[in-house]
Nanobody
Framework: QVQVVESGGGLVQAGGRLRLSCTVS????????MGWFRQAPGKEREGVAA???????SYADSVKGRFTISQDNAKNTLYMQMNSLKPEDTAMYYC???????????????WGQGTQVTVSS
């Protein structure tokens, strides 16, 4: 059974930083593409960052230069370092996995329950 578990969210002031983690079990992690998504109240889920099984990455324009996606295959863990956070980054952040590289499209097969990020002004 595949499990996807996010952690690392919290409350931070504008300009601050957070690092999200996503631990995956039940699949061969380094064969999978991974993505980070977020959803604010009343808005659609949007792709934030993605990484392919070969290490290629993609970012939404709104986070380029501020967020960095990475992974540790030995720990079956995906990370996202978020710097220079803004109030508009406030959302529930989700981690997703699939053997297909969907990049920033929310079509991944496996999803976590999310971790809340709140940025105060």
């Amino acid at each position: 059974q595949v499990q996807v578990v996010e952690s690392g969210g919290g409350l931070v002031q504008a300009g601050g930083r957070l690092r999200l983690s996503c631990t995956v079990s039940g699949l061969k992690f380094d064969d999978y593409a991974m993505g980070w998504f977020r959803q604010a109240p009343g808005k659609e889920r949007e792709g934030v960052a993605a990484i392919d099984s070969d290490g290629s990455t993609s970012y939404a324009d709104s986070v380029k230069g501020r967020f960095t996606i990475s992974q540790d295959n030995a720990k079956n863990t995906l990370y996202m370092q978020m710097n220079s956070l803004k109030p508009e980054d406030t959302a529930m952040y989700y981690c997703a996995a699939d053997r297909i590289s969907w990049w920033l499209l929310p079509k991944y097969r496996y999803w976590g329950q999310g971790t809340q990020v709140t940025v105060s002004s």
